[in-house]
Nanobody, 115 residues
Framework: QVQLVESGGGLVKAGGSLRLSCAAS????????MGWYRQAPGKQRELVAR???????RYADSAKGRFTISRDNAKNTVYLQMNSLKPEDTAVYYC?????????WGQGTQVTVSS
């Protein structure tokens, strides 16, 4: 089991930016997948952005053009750069990692965007 620790959430005004970080307790170099979900109050958890097993990136339509997922394998860390934030981006953001047929989750970090 891998430990994932998210950071970087906070309160920001609409139009602002935040960068989330997800630090893993072991190497992420060859994992099957890794990325970010979010869950707003009263809503289901939804995928925001991810790396596939081949290293390609995928984004939810709501994130395209505004969010960028990146990784630093040397630091075992995945990032989510979020620009042009909107109030509807308010949610708890969770990092996940897929490997060896299992999925591990971080504890989540709150992002609140005020109008």
């Amino acid at each position: 089991q891998v430990q994932l620790v998210e950071s970087g959430g906070g309160l920001v005004k609409a139009g602002g930016s935040l960068r989330l970080s997800c630090a893993a307790s072991r190497s992420i170099f060859n994992v099957n997948g890794m990325g970010w979900y979010r869950q707003a109050p009263g809503k289901q958890r939804e995928l925001v952005a991810r790396f596939t097993g081949t290293g390609s990136t995928r984004y939810a339509d709501s994130a395209k053009g505004r969010f960028t997922i990146s990784r630093d394998n040397a630091k075992n860390t995945v990032y989510l750069q979020m620009n042009s934030l909107k109030p509807e981006d308010t949610a708890v953001y969770y990092c996940y990692l897929d490997d060896s047929g299992s999925r591990d989750w971080g504890q989540g970090t709150q992002v609140t965007v005020s109008s």
